[in-house]
């Protein structure tokens, strides 16, 4: 159970052209051969009970501060979070002022002119995105699971969102987190992605997995992506655009593990055997979104001590408003709750 199969078609060169090497993709599409069977997951088994030990409680392989919640590790990995995240360095497009958006006016009723807005990226700063406050309001210990409760709001002003987070032990030793997302207040607008962030030692340095590759995709710029096995180097997760920016998302994640030579490593699972669950997506880079938004150069980067972990729920589209139209409304992040749950294990 769980399992998948795909069938993917190509169309490749047979011989070089003065364009392309002889094997050059040129064409490619994919079949979801999984029979019903294989959509579905085998029940999760419940763990040992938790254990709390001075000022830490064991989650299987996860250790979290009594005090704050948040993780300390996953096994012998250093780990920290996980922390909301609704900010993304903003893109060329999300920067883009061209008088065609799309957040007030509806492309469909103006015959795709939409108005002249605020770019994505003010708005965003303007609200304070950027700079989300976070308060520990509960830290629950159970038998067999721990709840942290987070208050996340904004200075000056009545928006925030509540955060729930579950973790519970498998029988196999891992920890499975489960994360619910309520915004609270008189949200409008969207959010550049909603998800956590989880920051782990600068060794690590080798990425794998199951999902959407082998490059970066986002819900309106998608269709080369497929579904499959990858494998890369962390820094070459991220597209080196001009700018330090947004780059390195990949949706549809089934596991992610990340690895440190010679070192422990971490393993994610995103879990979707529920009604209505969508899997992940995640980005791996060495800077903040806060600190790649605060360079216009590669060179202005702070020097990295840490690899930084997303995991998604969602992400907003990407547009052209750099040069062109607003990102479509069917592809927008609006404000709303999410819920999601992935399981960390130690390697």
């Given at each position: 159970?769980?399992?998948?199969?795909?069938?993917?078609?190509?169309?490749?060169?047979?011989?070089?052209?003065?364009?392309?090497?002889?094997?050059?993709?040129?064409?490619?599409?994919?079949?979801?051969?999984?029979?019903?069977?294989?959509?579905?997951?085998?029940?999760?088994?419940?763990?040992?009970?938790?254990?709390?030990?001075?000022?830490?409680?064991?989650?299987?392989?996860?250790?979290?501060?009594?005090?704050?919640?948040?993780?300390?590790?996953?096994?012998?990995?250093?780990?920290?979070?996980?922390?909301?995240?609704?900010?993304?360095?903003?893109?060329?497009?999300?920067?883009?002022?061209?008088?065609?958006?799309?957040?007030?006016?509806?492309?469909?009723?103006?015959?795709?002119?939409?108005?002249?807005?605020?770019?994505?990226a003010e708005r965003w700063t303007r609200?304070?995105?950027?700079?989300?406050?976070?308060?520990?309001?509960?830290?629950?210990?159970?038998?067999?699971?721990?709840?942290?409760?987070?208050?996340?709001?904004?200075?000056?002003?009545?928006?925030?969102?509540?955060?729930?987070?579950?973790?519970?032990?498998?029988?196999?030793?891992?920890?499975?987190?489960?994360?619910?997302?309520?915004?609270?207040?008189?949200?409008?607008?969207?959010?550049?992605?909603?998800?956590?962030?989880?920051?782990?030692?600068?060794?690590?340095?080798?990425?794998?997995?199951?999902?959407?590759?082998?490059?970066?995709?986002?819900?309106?710029?998608?269709?080369?992506?497929?579904?499959?096995?990858?494998?890369?180097?962390?820094?070459?997760?991220?597209?080196?655009?001009?700018?330090?920016?947004?780059?390195?998302?990949?949706?549809?994640?089934?596991?992610?593990?990340?690895?440190?030579?010679?070192?422990?490593?971490?393993?994610?699972?995103?879990?979707?055997?529920?009604?209505?669950?969508?899997?992940?997506?995640?980005?791996?880079?060495?800077?903040?979104?806060?600190?790649?938004?605060?360079?216009?150069?590669?060179?202005?980067?702070?020097?990295?001590?840490?690899?930084?972990?997303?995991?998604?729920?969602?992400?907003?589209?990407?547009?052209?408003r750099a040069c062109g139209p607003d990102?479509?409304?069917?592809?927008?992040?609006?404000?709303?709750?999410?819920?999601?749950?992935?399981?960390?294990?130690?390697?």
């Open positions: 159970p769980g399992s998948e199969d795909w069938l993917t078609v190509e169309a490749a060169l047979a011989a070089a052209t003065a364009a392309a090497a002889a094997g050059h993709v040129v064409a490619r599409t994919q079949v979801d051969v999984s029979g019903p069977a294989a959509r579905g997951a085998a029940p999760a088994v419940p763990g040992e009970p938790v254990v709390v030990e001075g000022g830490t409680v064991r989650v299987g392989d996860a250790v979290l501060d009594l005090a704050t919640g948040r993780l300390r590790s996953v096994g012998r990995l250093a780990v920290d979070g996980p922390q909301l995240e609704l900010f993304r360095a903003p893109t060329d497009n999300d920067r883009g002022g061209t008088p065609h958006a799309y957040e007030d006016v509806d492309p469909a009723l103006s015959h795709g002119a939409g108005d002249d807005a605020l770019p994505s609200l304070g995105l950027d700079r989300l406050q976070h308060r520990v309001t509960g830290v629950a210990v159970h038998e067999r699971a721990v709840v942290v409760r987070v208050r996340v709001g904004i200075a000056a002003s009545d928006l925030g969102v509540d955060v729930t987070q579950r973790w519970t032990a498998r029988a196999d030793g891992a920890a499975e987190l489960a994360v619910e997302v309520v915004p609270t207040g008189p949200w409008t607008g969207t959010w550049p992605r909603v998800g956590v962030r989880l920051d782990l030692p600068a060794s690590v340095d080798r990425a794998a997995w199951f999902g959407t590759g082998p490059q970066e995709s986002y819900a309106d710029s998608d269709h080369a992506a497929v579904v499959g096995r990858f494998a890369s180097d962390v820094d070459d997760l991220v597209v080196a655009y001009a700018r330090p920016q947004e780059s390195g998302h990949r949706p549809g994640l089934r596991w992610l593990r990340l690895t440190a030579a010679g070192g422990p490593g971490l393993h994610v699972a995103s879990l979707a055997d529920r009604p209505g669950e969508a899997r992940v997506g995640f980005t791996a880079r060495r800077w903040t979104p806060q600190e790649l938004a605060a360079a216009a150069h590669d060179h202005e980067l702070p020097p990295s001590e840490r690899v930084v972990l997303h995991l998604d729920a969602a992400q907003h589209g990407l547009g052209s990102v479509l409304p069917q592809h927008a992040l609006a404000p709303s709750a999410r819920a999601f749950r992935v399981v960390l294990r130690a390697t």
